[in-house]
Structure formats: structure tokens, C-alpha cells
Nanobody, 122 residues
Framework: QVQLVESGGGLVQAGGSLRLSCAASGRTFSSYAMGWFRQAPGKEREFVGTISQSGGLTYYTDSVKGRFTISRDNAKNTVYLQMNSLKPEDTAVYYC???????????????WGQGTQVTVSS
């Protein structure tokens, strides 16, 4: 498994931007497809999107498509979530996760970070 640590969360006004980072331990980061999830208070965890091992393929849930971008730097063992045009409904704890294959589905992630809070004020 790979250990994951998110950072970059915070408080931002609606319409603003944030970039989350997820740093992975180990030398096999490039063999993992990575995903981002979020969970708002009182709601179920939501799949935000995913990126393939090489970074050449991405998938986003409809609610963030066109606003959020997932990228990765395999040399730095880091995956990013660039969030633009943020809305109050984007407020949640954001988690990164890793799995051994790429797919647009939200299942199969075996390693998780501890999460980082994103709060969007109106």
C-alpha cells in the first residue's frame, strides 16, 4: 500500500480557487491510479474524479466538470486537485485515494489519506 497525506485546504470565498496536494510515500507511486473524494457534513462520500497512472486519462463527476482539474507529478510522488470557481456546495473534507488500476468508477481504492477541509463561504 501507499501512504497518502493531503494538504492545501482552507477557507475561500465563492468564486475563488484552491489547489489541494496529496503526497504519497514509496517508490511505486507511478503504478497507482489516484482519485479524489469529498464528504460534506451529514452527506455520503462523493467521488470527485480520478487520474490514470501516467496522467494521460482523467474522469470527473458532473458536478465538478469544467471547474476542477486533477493532475499528477510522478517525479514528486504528488497528485493535485485544482479547484476553480468554487461554490459553497463544494464545502467538504477532501480525500485522496490510490488504486492499482484506472477506471471511471469510484470503487477499488485501497489506500486513503486523512483528508483536508475545504470551506467555501458565500
Amino acid at each position: 500500500q501507499v501512504q497518502l497525506v493531503e494538504s492545501g485546504g482552507g477557507l475561500v470565498q465563492a468564486g475563488g480557487s484552491l489547489r489541494l496536494s496529496c503526497a504519497a510515500s514509496g517508490r511505486t507511486f507511478s503504478s497507482y491510479a489516484m482519485g479524489w473524494f469529498r464528504q460534506a457534513p451529514g452527506k455520503e462520500r462523493e467521488f470527485v474524479g480520478t487520474i490514470s497512472q501516467s496522467g494521460g486519462l482523467t474522469y470527473y463527476t458532473d458536478s465538478v466538470k469544467g471547474r476542477f482539474t486533477i493532475s499528477r507529478d510522478n517525479a514528486k510522488n504528488t497528485v493535485y486537485l485544482q479547484m476553480n470557481s468554487l461554490k459553497p456546495e463544494d464545502t467538504a473534507v477532501y480525500y485522496c485515494a490510490a488504486r492499482t488500476y484506472y477506471s471511471g468508477s469510484p470503487v477499488g481504492f485501497g489506500s486513503w489519506g486523512q483528508g483536508t477541509q475545504v470551506t467555501v463561504s458565500s
